[in-house]
């Protein structure tokens, strides 16, 4: 039995409908994170100029590095209107958590 997925928003432009399915397809063969994204597009080198044309037809902002606009496309992924997508930090997205960064900064002392 396959589990149902939230329907995707269509109520955008027709890049904005169209990167977000393409997405969703990505997003089945395994393409579930922005490094994937950034790998699947070419790599840093090719890919950075692929991913900025497509944030370009979108509407998303292109400034930054590769990855964040990888993770600026991912943001496509949630059912959420383009306006308030714009709104996201993508540098701050890929942040790892600060629970994770204290655990890793502890050492347990030894008695």
Known sequence: MRTKRPPL????SAEECAERLLLRELYDHGVKSPEALLAAAGGAAIGCKVLKDR????GLARSGQPLEFAQRLMFLTYNVPL???KLWDAKEALRPPADDVRRKGRRRRRK
């Open 83 to 85: 306006e308030s997508l």
């Open 55 to 58: 944030l370009e037809s979108v």
């Open 9 to 12: 928003p269509h109520d955008g």
